[in-house]
T-cell receptor, first 115, second 110 residues
Framework: NAGVTQTPKFQVLKTGQSMTLQCAQD?????MSWYRQDPGMGLRLIHYSVGAGITDQGEVPNGYNVSRSTTEDFPLRLLSAAPSQTSVYFC??????????????FGPGTRLTVL | GENVEQHPSTLSVQEGDSAVIKCTYS??????FPWYKQELGKGPQLIIDIRSNVGEKKDQRIAVTLNKTAKHFSLHITETQPEDSAVYFCAANSWGKLQFGAGTQVVVTP
């Protein structure tokens, strides 16, 4: 199993550009999520999904869109990049979430810089 | 929503000594408390977790304690080794989501 994979590993954008961060998992997990990691602020939840076709907002959703058309894939779209979105982005998946939490498996991360 | 506070932000320990990281949470309904370890350039990885019906859990040199009344939980690492150097995050679930602490940078010096 490859686990959780993310592409690209690094990306530099100019303000106003759009892009999609890719995330895929091969563990047949229902629950997937996106976090951003900034110095001194831990991991903050952007969006999450409890299954194909179902997504919801996390703590910091503004400026980001997600969709979940398949169990395996959960892309994160930046609509119009801003310098405040410079961060390291992690995708994670788990068998379930909510009240029956299981281990979350994290991808290797995407380091994004917005100039 | 849930608020998780983690202390200290940095911790330097001598190899062989113990390390303790403490977290507090605000949502009394939280019932799942995982700890993640993040090595440089990698994603976080679960090292131990505890559920609210248990007060303590051990796995070799790592232990976690939970005090539901006081709403705090702690990670204890005994006999620290250089490979324990990393950033450690605590977390608590709330309303179907995980809320993470800000992280503790642990440095184990030989």
């Amino acid at each position: 199993n490859a686990g959780v994979t993310q592409t690209p590993k690094f990306q530099v954008l100019k303000t106003g550009q759009s892009m999609t961060l890719q995330c895929a998992q091969d563990m047949n997990h229902e629950y997937m999520s996106w976090y951003r990691q900034d110095p001194g602020m831990g991991l903050r939840l952007i969006h999450y999904s409890v299954g194909a076709g179902i997504t919801d907002q996390g703590e910091v959703p503004n400026g980001y869109n997600v969709s979940r058309s398949t169990t395996e894939d959960f892309p994160l779209r930046l609509l119009s990049a801003a310098p405040s979105q410079t961060s390291v982005y992690f995708c994670a998946s788990s068998y379930s979430g909510g009240d029956s939490y299981n281990e979350q498996f994290f991808g290797p991360g995407t380091r994004l810089t917005v100039l | 929503g849930e608020n998780v506070e983690q202390h200290p932000s940095t911790l330097s320990v001598q190899e062989g000594d113990s390390a303790v990281i403490k977290c507090t949470y605000s949502d009394s309904a939280s019932n799942y408390f995982p700890w993640y370890k993040q090595e440089l350039g990698k994603g976080p990885q679960l090292i131990i977790d505890i559920r609210s019906n248990v007060g303590e859990k051990k796995d070799q040199r790592i232990a976690v304690t939970l005090n539901k009344t006081a709403k705090h939980f702690s990670l204890h690492i005994t006999e620290t080794q250089p490979e324990d150097s990393a950033v450690y995050f605590c977390a608590a679930n709330s309303w179907g989501k995980l809320q993470f602490g800000a992280g503790t940078q642990v440095v184990v010096t030989p």
